[in-house]
């Protein structure tokens, strides 16, 4: 026969229940008897389903390492090696192989060539970069006496830039077309 418990009643016995499971005890230990109870009005009240208890996880305990032990180690022996024999090594056939560019920069700032006044080897390129936000040039010679040598055109501001290689020893003065008083130097040495 299938009697209903109250849900205070099914309360009790599952606390009882998970308190005896934690204590090691078993449920016949630690439930007191069940007392008879007038039995409630029927109402649709869904039955409670058990719950389990998990068992609780075994520990693992590690095991102790064992102690290291000093083995020896092997003495080494002696073990004559042949000597090389002599083989002929060709020389190496030269290669054209590029020269490494080198290059220098020069920033264009506040209206002024920054450094100024440069020194490079020859083979040296040069890039100029606007990092104002409006124009400038880079035009070989001097405002009075332009030398034609290089001639950048506009070059935008916010990053452009305008490169020329020196090829031969010099001293090469350059001004912006645009700006009175923005000038620099380039020297150019062997």
Same mark, same amino acid.
């Given at each position: 026969m299938y009697r209903r418990m109250s849900v205070y009643t099914t309360l009790v016995f599952t606390l009882a229940f998970l308190l005896s499971a934690c204590a090691g005890l078993t449920?016949?230990?630690?439930? !007191?008897?069940? $007392?008879?109870? #007038? &039995?409630?009005?029927?109402?649709?009240?869904?039955?409670?389903? !058990?719950?389990? $208890?998990?068992? #609780? &996880?075994p520990t693992n305990t590690p095991e102790p390492e064992p102690e290291p032990t000093d083995t020896p180690e092997p003495e080494p022996t002696d073990t004559p090696k042949p000597a090389p024999e002599p083989t002929d090594t060709p020389e190496p056939e030269p290669t054209d192989t590029p020269a490494q560019e080198i290059r220098a920069e020069v920033v264009m700032r506040n209206n002024s060539f920054q450094p100024q006044e440069i020194t490079v080897q020859v083979d040296t390129s040069v890039i100029w970069t606007n990092e104002d936000s409006f124009g400038h040039t880079v035009t070989a010679g001097t405002r009075s006496n332009p030398s034609g040598l290089f001639q950048s055109g506009n070059v935008s501001g916010g990053g452009d830039t305008f490169e020329f290689t020196f090829d031969q020893p010099g001293t090469y003065p350059y001004f912006c077309d645009y700006h009175v008083g923005m000038n620099g130097t380039v020297t150019v040495q062997q």
């Amino acid at each position: 026969m299938y009697r209903r418990m109250s849900v205070y009643t099914t309360l009790v016995f599952t606390l009882a229940f998970l308190l005896s499971a934690c204590a090691g005890l078993t449920p016949a230990d630690a439930i !007191p008897a069940p $007392t008879e109870t #007038p &039995e409630p009005a029927l109402t649709d009240t869904p039955e409670l389903a !058990p719950t389990e $208890t998990p068992e #609780p &996880e075994p520990t693992n305990t590690p095991e102790p390492e064992p102690e290291p032990t000093d083995t020896p180690e092997p003495e080494p022996t002696d073990t004559p090696k042949p000597a090389p024999e002599p083989t002929d090594t060709p020389e190496p056939e030269p290669t054209d192989t590029p020269a490494q560019e080198i290059r220098a920069e020069v920033v264009m700032r506040n209206n002024s060539f920054q450094p100024q006044e440069i020194t490079v080897q020859v083979d040296t390129s040069v890039i100029w970069t606007n990092e104002d936000s409006f124009g400038h040039t880079v035009t070989a010679g001097t405002r009075s006496n332009p030398s034609g040598l290089f001639q950048s055109g506009n070059v935008s501001g916010g990053g452009d830039t305008f490169e020329f290689t020196f090829d031969q020893p010099g001293t090469y003065p350059y001004f912006c077309d645009y700006h009175v008083g923005m000038n620099g130097t380039v020297t150019v040495q062997q």
